[in-house]
């Protein structure tokens, strides 16, 4: 009975988080953030904010809740460490705290930056904007493909044209030309470049919004025979 084990599930996890962090409603945006550091509270409902007046102006829905945990390590299903997590089947959102990603466990650069405040923040965006982007997909859903593209436009959108530029410039590729080259093979063997191609395709003439409304109704990024 799905709808048990979710409930369950969700128990878990609120019984989870409250043995180790406080939680803060946002003031601004439907939002709860869990951890007991009341300053990263604060910035973390302003990106959450700031994600979300982003995404309703093109066109998203932004008024479901979000429930975002903070934890000092993470790993996705390959065990390796990441930047944050969105898990669709609970709608729960983790992110791994600033000083976690300065350590020597996340001594990688993302982008081929060093780790600081403005792109811990747009990772932050980046799964605060799966979120939204499953509230408004059709109850069949949407493709990982499609997902990621949205997250990383969100992300990139965010970002002050300083960093992004210095982003761009360390990835010498060009735009998906179209559709067809975004595949989730591309994404799991090099999801930075998949970003920046992304952002490129977005920004090209004829793409932008549009494109991104055609995505989340399912008529772009279709789900593709592995995922299905």
Known sequence: ???????????????????????????????????????????????????????????????????????????SLHFTPVYGLYNGHDNKIEIIDLASHLSESHSKKPFGLQMNKELHQSFIAHEISHAYTQANAPSSGISLVAHEYIAYVVQFSLLSSTVRNSILANYKVAAFEDENEMSALYLHLNPEYFAVKSWRHYMSPGNGNSFIKAVVRGEKLKFQPLEE
């Open 1 to 75: 009975m799905p709808g048990i084990k979710s409930f369950i599930a969700a128990s878990l996890w609120l019984l989870i988080i409250s043995a180790d962090a406080h939680s803060m409603r946002c003031d601004s945006i439907n939002a709860e953030v869990f951890t007991p550091d009341k300053k990263l509270s604060e910035s973390i409902c302003v990106v959450a904010t700031q994600t979300a007046g982003f995404m309703k102006k093109i066109g998203f829905n932004t008024t479901s809740l979000l429930h975002i945990k903070v934890s000092q390590n993470l790993e």
